[in-house]
């Protein structure tokens, strides 16, 4: 991205810098560059391990902006809450598009270098289980692959024990006024979030209202596309991790595509969608 100001006069750049220059020293662009270690002689490698690494990239971005939004709900911020919603929108579309590049893989294409994998595995993504976190979606067994790195294990015990953002949301619901149950706004924050009836309830409400253009609809369609875009990451990972490896235990041990399965079936912020079938 350039930063002339366009109709001014033409000037050239500056090309002489005493060290790196002020773009590499912001964006660390020779660190990142020299990330991949390839362990095959397979050219299709590279664009594994790249993607991989990019998809890490967008996690950082999208915990960074999910916890915004936690910190903003607990402040009773609602438009940051909101724009840092928005914005982890944008994100998670670009995250699901970096499964295009491996999207078309066959069998044969990845047991190429799929060796190189060794025992790792996806589910091992600390940064994913941050995410995964954020959502409600909780098990402290998720820190036991991490034991042995203390400042990645430490991270993931504290969001272990924070409110999630949907934590935070039904806080706010409750002191608006909204009859969110005390087992659920005083549950322990280590478990995974499990659907309420009650929730189910106000949300129901919410979506009632005559007034269809209420902060708090607003919120929930928010959070329902945030919803969207997860199950889409989820449903498109299933589909290439079918495409290239079939009905195969994953790398790690994982149950590969049955686990998967099973992860595409579930909603998060589960009552923001039975409660549509109520209104």
């Known amino acids: 991205m350039s930063d002339v100001t366009p109709g001014a006069p033409e000037e ?22 020299h990330l991949q270690h390839l362990r095959s002689d ?26 915004t939004a936690a910190h903003a709900l607990r402040r ?16 998670l579309e670009s995250l699901n598009a970096s499964w295009r ?24 993504s600390a940064m994913y289980r941050r995410m995964e976190f954020l959502l409600g979606d909780k098990s402290a067994s998720m820190l036991v692959p991490h034991r042995g790195a203390p400042r990645v294990h430490g991270e993931l015990e504290k969001a272990l024990q924070e409110p999630s953002v949907y934590d935070e949301v039904l ?61 889409r990451w989820r449903n498109d990972h299933l589909v290439a991790t079918r495409r290239a490896m079939g009905s195969k235990v994953g790398t790690g041990g994982s149950a590969g595509v049955s686990w998967l399965e099973k992860r595409a079936t579930k909603n998060v912020f589960p009552e923001l969608w ?6």
């Open 171 to 231: 806080s706010l619901l409750a002191r608006r006024g909204h009859a969110v149950p005390d087992a659920v706004l005083n549950r322990d924050l280590a478990q995974k979030y499990e659907a309420s009836p009650e929730v189910e309830a106000v949300w129901t409400a919410v979506y009632a209202a005559a007034d269809q253009d209420t902060e708090l609809v607003r919120l929930g369609e928010a959070l329902t596309d945030v919803g969207e875009l997860v199950w």
């Open 274 to 279: 039975t409660a549509r079938s109520h209104v």
């Open 101 to 124: 590049p491996l999207a078309q893989l066959t069998p044969a294409q990845f047991n190429a270098y799929r060796s190189a994998l060794g025992e790792g595995s996806g589910f091992q």
């Open 12 to 33: 050239a750049p500056h090309l002489d810098f005493a060290g790196t220059t002020p773009y590499e020293d912001y964006v660390q662009a020779d660190v990142l560059t």
């Open 76 to 91: 009773d911020d609602l438009p940051a809450a909101m724009a840092a919603l928005k914005r982890s929108t944008y994100e």
């Open 42 to 67: 397979d050219p299709g490698e590279m664009v594994f391990l790249v993607t991989t690494q990019v998809m890490e990239l967008w996690f950082t971005v999208i915990v960074h902006e999910w916890e």
